[in-house]
C-alpha cells in the first residue's frame, strides 16, 4: 500500500477583516515637507519666549543678570592676576611697570572679553550697559578702558599696601601678610569697579535731576 500524502492546506490571507490598515502611515505628507522646506521669520508664527526657553541646552541653574555680572568680573581679574601677576613674578620688573602691564591687560581684557560676554548673554539689547563703565562698542572706548583698568589696578594695589600695613601694625619694614592670588583680587578689584560705577550711575541721576528742574522753570 502506497503512503499517505498529508493534506496541503490554503493559507488564508494574513490581512483578515478588522485589521487596520498601515499603508497611509507611510504616505508622505507632501503639503508639511513643502511648509517645513520655505519656513522663515515672514512665514512662521511667532513664538513666545518663556516657550523658546523651555527648549534651550544649558544648565538648569537660574542666576539673576546682577549675579553673573559679578562673576564674570570676578572670574576675568582672577585670570588677569592668574596669568600675568603670577606669571611674571619671577622676572625683574619695576612696580610702575608692573602696573602698567597689569592695567592695560586687564583694560583690553574688559574691553574685548567682558563686555562682549555681556553683550552675549544679554536678553535685551543694553540690559548690561550699567555694569559696563563704558558700554558703547566704538574703537575709541578701547583706550578708556584701559586707562580706567589702570585706575583699578592701582587702586587694588593701594588696598592691598593699606591691608598688609594694618596687618603689621603699621610697621612699613613687616613682610606681606596678605598675597596676591587670583580670588581675592578679584575681589578687590570688582569692588573698586562696582564702586565707580555707582558713583557714574549716582552722577548720572543728578545730572538729570539737575536738567528736569531747569527745563521746568524755563
Given at each position: 500500500m502506497g503512503k499517505k500524502h498529508p493534506e496541503i492546506r490554503k493559507q488564508s490571507p494574513r490581512n483578515p477583516e478588522g485589521e487596520k490598515d498601515t499603508s497611509a502611515y507611510y504616505q508622505l505628507k507632501k503639503q508639511a515637507v513643502e511648509d517645513l522646506a520655505t519656513a522663515n521669520e515672514e512665514n512662521s508664527p511667532p513664538v513666545p519666549a518663556a516657550e523658546l526657553r523651555k527648549y534651550r541646552s544649558g544648565p538648569k541653574i537660574k542666576m539673576s543678570d546682577w549675579v553673573k555680572a559679578i562673576l564674570i568680573k570676578l572670574w576675568i581679574a582672577g585670570m588677569i592676576c592668574y596669568f600675568f601677576i603670577w606669571g611674571i613674578s619671577t622676572i625683574a620688573i619695576n612696580p610702575w611697570d608692573?602696573?602698567?602691564?597689569i592695567g592695560i591687560?586687564?583694560?583690553?581684557a574688559t574691553n574685548l572679553m567682558t563686555n562682549n560676554i555681556y553683550r552675549f548673554i544679554a536678553k535685551t539689547p543694553g540690559a548690561y550697559d550699567r555694569w559696563?563703565?563704558?558700554p558703547g562698542k566704538k574703537l575709541y572706548f578701547l583706550p578708556l578702558d584701559v586707562v580706567y583698568a589702570i585706575l583699578l589696578t592701582a587702586c587694588t594695589i593701594m588696598t592691598?599696601?593699606?591691608i598688609n600695613l594694618l596687618a603689621a601694625g603699621g610697621?612699613?619694614?613687616a613682610g606681606a601678610a596678605v598675597g596676591v592670588e587670583p580670588i581675592l583680587f578679584g575681589i578687590i578689584v570688582t569692588a573698586w569697579d562696582l564702586l565707580f560705577l555707582g558713583c557714574k550711575r549716582l552722577a548720572g541721576r543728578i545730572?538729570?535731576?539737575?536738567?528736569q528742574?531747569?527745563?521746568a522753570g524755563s
Open positions: 608692573q602696573l602698567l602691564v591687560t586687564l583694560g583690553l559696563m563703565m563704558f592691598y599696601n593699606g610697621n612699613e619694614q545730572l538729570a535731576d539737575a536738567k528742574k531747569v527745563s
